[in-house]
């Protein structure tokens, strides 16, 4: 049971969070304990090297994240809009929780790797609120949309990093977000809407498939040093998401949305293999 409620949980939460600007999926999927695998099973899928359980884990994972983009377009982007400030707390909440579990897996604490992958997260973001670019374009160049679909992929597999908010910087997030909440609505949906995410989908790809190769050779080569970058990604991933980045609110509300998102972690980990 747990080898399938697991990973579609982590799907759908992997979606929710690539939707808002700042939450990383990459660090989702380190929470809810499937990143490591995940990496595994794409660079098999990339190897042509892929098991049957192989591909059902990533079937379940694409069916959790296709229902999280899908729902967290409509359901978190009003929520984004409209509670903002507590809409973060409960992700904040969620990422504090998980550093703690996180931190038992690594023997030994590097400040080295720790500190490259903080700066790694808060750099692309303060550089996001010194330039924003348009997102409103209407000639769209698909050879740049294809390499800010690979950015954007490759983030969203990093712990720490947001695809979303790299696509923000890149131009193409309030489009992307648009296209994809007219998904389920035919009317509406176009064919230049159809070719916008073919050509974003497979950028997206090809930038988690590059990285994922890369994280899997460090893991091989050295797993506490990769883990220690990892411990620093998370870690920096709280300053982007701080509450008081995002609007304002009560202070009882704001302790208990990081509540439940400490109990959302708590939860995820009763499913644990």
Do not use: C
């Amino acid at each position: 049971m747990n080898s399938i409620l697991r990973p579609i949980i982590a799907g759908v939460l992997m979606g929710w969070a690539n939707v808002i600007p700042g939450v990383s999926g990459g660090t989702i999927a380190v929470i809810t304990g499937v990143f490591k695998r995940l990496i595994d099973v794409i660079n098999n899928l990339m190897s042509f090297k892929i098991k049957k359980k192989d591909f059902a884990f990533l079937l379940l994972i694409g069916i959790g994240i296709l229902f999280g983009l899908l729902s967290g377009s409509k359901l978190l982007a009003w929520s984004f809009k409209n509670y903002s400030f507590y809409t973060y707390s409960f992700f904040f909440g969620l990422i504090l929780f998980s550093l703690i579990d996180f931190k038992k897996d690594i023997p030994k604490f590097r400040i080295v790797e720790f500190l490259i992958g903080t700066a790694l997260v808060i750099i692309p973001y303060l550089y996001s609120h010194s330039k924003l670019q348009s997102t409103g374009t209407v000639n769209v160049n698909y050879f740049f949309l294809f390499l800010s679909g690979a950015i954007a992929g490759g983030s969203m597999i990093l712990p720490g990093l947001s695809g979303s908010l790299m696509l923000m910087i890149l131009g193409f997030y309030e489009k992307a977000i648009n296209t994809v909440s007219r998904l389920t609505n035919f009317v509406s949906f176009s064919i230049k809407d159809a070719i916008f995410l073919i050509v974003l989908g497979i950028g997206v790809l090809f930038g988690i498939g590059v990285i994922s190769k890369v994280l899997k050779i460090w893991f091989e080569k050295a797993k506490e040093s990769i883990l220690n970058f990892i411990l620093g990604l998370v870690a920096g991933s709280l300053y982007p998401i701080t509450p008081s980045f995002h609007g304002n609110g009560s202070t009882f509300g704001m302790l208990l949305w990081i509540a439940i998102g400490s109990v959302v972690v708590y939860s995820i980990s009763l499913i644990k293999e």
